[in-house]
């Protein structure tokens, strides 16, 4: 048998619109396939165990704003580690805001430009206290991702290394129609909803990027539930 290690980053405070359902979703997949599980939650402030050690799946998930600032700079710890990973291949998936950290940096409505992690040329600007809200649908190779977005931000600039392009719904802001980064297996998106539950071919591409001896299992309803929601978000 066969064993996946997957680290969720800072769940305490990640887990907006049910994000932690995207280590749940795999969990079960996985299991199901046949795969020993084990699954690592790095709380804010302490070392992440990808640093040194081996991990399959690193998960980073949305938070609120004040907590994302702080994220950056525990993040920035380790930026020579997050770059070797995305440069060598380990699957880094980053949703919601968890976008933004990559960026140059993020301006708040004040003013403040808040230094991210600059792997990308791209920067975000927060707004007003009304978020932004949409349910979206963008493509990658050929699967169509559906997800949600709920945001006090958008991004701005180049970006060369685009996840998605967008069949429905705003891309990095409402001009674009970009969405994401994918560098190598680094996939940061806008997208939350959990995005793994909502897109099984994804997922399986994802697991399989992990064991290229992966055979795809499905769960109950997930390819009904997906082909539903597609359907509907596409009228």
């Known amino acids: ?19 932690r359902g995207n280590c749940e979703y795999l969990k079960k997949k996985l299991e199901k396939a046949g795969y020993e599980i084990a699954i690592i939650e790095t709380a804010l402030f302490d070392e992440p165990a990808f640093i040194n050690n081996q991990v399959d799946f690193l998960l ?9 600032l702080v994220e950056i700079e525990e993040l920035k710890k380790y930026i020579d580690k997050i770059k070797n990973r995305i440069d060598n291949g380990g699957i880094l998936l980053a949703t919601g805001n968890a976008f933004e950290l990559f ?5 708040t409505p004040a003013g403040e430009k808040i230094e991210c992690l600059k792997f990308y040329p791209y920067y975000a600007k ?15 190779d050929d699967i169509q991702i559906v997800g949600f977005k709920n945001l006090l931000s958008h991004s701005y600039g180049e ?19 970009i969405e994401g980064v994918r560098d190598n297996n680094l996939f940061a998106t806008y997208h939350t909803g ?14 399989k990027i992990a064991d290229k001896n992966y055979t795809s299992v499905s769960l109950e309803y997930e390819k009904k539930a ?10």
Do not use: A
Request: charge should be positive; hydrophobic fraction near 30%.
């Open 103 to 107: 960026g140059q940096y993020i301006e």
């Open 159 to 177: 970006n060369p290394k685009p996840f998605l392009n967008m069949k429905k719904g705003c891309g990095m802001n409402p001009d674009s129609k």
């Open 60 to 68: 980073i998930g949305p938070c609120q704003e004040k907590h994302q």
């Open 1 to 19: 048998m066969s064993k996946i290690i997957i680290e969720i980053l800072y769940p305490e405070f990640n887990n907006l619109y049910g994000d």
């Open 194 to 207: 959990p995005i793994l539950p909502l897109n099984p071919q994804f997922t399986d591409k994802l697991i």
């Open 126 to 140: 927060q707004f007003s206290k009304l978020r932004y809200n949409d349910c979206s649908v963008g493509e990658f």
């Open 226 to 235: 997906y082909e539903k929601r597609l359907k509907e978000l596409l009228k």
